[in-house]
């Protein structure tokens, strides 16, 4: 966590940075079931419709070349103690995406409860609604 303060004049407006670390990434990576890439395959570059409407001799309209295809991966569900078998867990830093890191950051404020319970004292939004905070989104 770090923190970042910003004075304009009369108002000063205090930023709190929220980070995960590698182990709190891979355990809410597994909590909420996403998909890293396994393999990599070549996208096909046949289209079943263009030879469809070329076997029946209509002209196909929409019919585009797109170059530089990206590559398509092999997916599965993360799990931690299968980390060595998807592709780019040597690093770190890329492994999970800006996305996903953003997702797992929310997740962690939204789910964490400040109070009782039972009175729904869970959350940023919560915070939020009462004023303790002003906004909360990722960046």
């Known amino acids: 966590m770090e923190e970042e303060i910003s004075s304009t004049g009369k108002k000063t407006i205090t930023y709190i940075k929220v980070f995960a670390s590698w182990e709190v990434l891979c355990y809410y990576a597994e909590e909420l079931n996403f998909r890293a890439p396994l393999q990599a395959h070549p996208n096909p570059s046949e289209n079943w419709s263009a030879k469809l409407l070329e076997s029946l001799h209509i002209p196909n309209m929409m019919d585009q070349e797109v170059p530089n295809k990206p590559l398509d991966y092999y997916t599965c569900v993360f799990k931690k103690s299968k980390l060595d078998k998807f592709l780019g867990s040597e690093n770190r830093d890329t492994f999970f ?37 002003t906004a909360a989104y990722p960046l």
């Open 97 to 133: 995406s800006n996305t996903q890191r953003h997702r797992i950051v929310y997740e962690i404020l939204a789910t964490t409860p400040y109070g009782k319970r039972k009175r729904a004292e869970v959350g940023i939004d919560r915070l939020i609604d009462e004023g303790a905070f």
